[in-house]
Nanobody, 124 residues
């Protein structure tokens, strides 16, 4: 019943912007932390950003600080990742995750529910 559906991925030029979304259903979204990971072929899943249930606190990987912004609208059961100043190395499948076992962790095993991902491709 738990479902996280990412959307908004696509092709963008380097330096451009993209916003991806995560629509949650089948679980209580508003009292759970959430986050985003990304993964490229042959590489391990990489932490991108996380946000607390209220949206007050956020946490970013060093590689995206100052460029990406995580947010959420709890009444819509939806989380967002605004990506600015995109670089080719940002190219990946981006995964939404809801439910954090240990705040501040960058380990996928510390996150509970996962979406199927949305492809983001940044061209040079």
């Amino acid at each position: 019943q738990v479902q996280l559906v990412e959307s908004g991925g696509g092709l963008v030029q380097a330096g451009g912007s993209l916003r991806i979304s995560c629509a949650a259903s089948g679980l209580t979204f508003s009292n759970r932390h959430m986050g985003w990971f990304r993964q490229t072929p042959g590489k391990e899943r990489e932490f991108v950003a996380a946000i607390t249930w209220s949206g007050v606190n956020t946490y970013y990987a060093d590689s995206v600080k100052g460029r990406f912004t995580i947010s959420r609208v709890n009444v819509k059961n939806t989380g967002y990742l605004q990506m600015n100043s995109l670089k080719p190395e940002d190219t990946a499948v981006y995964y939404c995750t809801v439910g954090v076992k240990r705040w501040g962790s960058q380990l996928p095993d510390d996150y509970v529910y996962w979406g199927q991902g949305t492809q983001v491709t940044v061209s040079s």
